[in-house]
């Protein structure tokens, strides 16, 4: 299984995982990994709770990329270092044209 639906085609949505924020490389769904998608409205702070949960502070070398404009464009996996077997998945915002609030449940 994929955490990205059938339907979507967009090159944009291809998922990228990224393991103790050292590693990254195309993947998909790890069904023996505790998966925990975190999702919600465009600039919600989603990335900054997924670097708090890793132990990363915003903008340090393996964390979430945070700003003041949209970030996170495609679902991307990060691993609690002391937690190998919890997957956490940063989702796109909702509210923006590519993911607008109408879609985004459906889309993810």
């Known amino acids: 299984a994929n955490p990205v639906p059938a ?3 967009d090159e ?3 998922v990228t995982t990224r393991y103790n924020g050292q ?3 195309e993947s998909g769904f790890n069904p023996a990994a505790n998966n925990i998608a975190v999702l919600g409205m465009v600039k919600a702070g989603k990335s900054s709770l997924i ?3 890793c132990g990363r502070e915003d903008f340090s070398d393996g964390a ?3 700003g ?3 970030c996170t464009r495609k679902p991307t996996c990060y691993y609690i270092a002391e937690i190998p077997t919890v997957a956490l998945w940063d989702l796109p915002g ?3 044209l590519g993911f607008p609030v109408d879609q985004y449940i459906r889309r993810f």
């Open 68 to 70: 003041v404009t949209e």
């Open 51 to 53: 670097n708090s949960l």
């Open 7 to 9: 339907n979507a085609d």
């Open 94 to 96: 909702a509210g923006t």
């Open 64 to 66: 979430c990329p945070v």
């Open 12 to 14: 944009d949505l291809a």
């Open 23 to 25: 590693r990254e490389y």
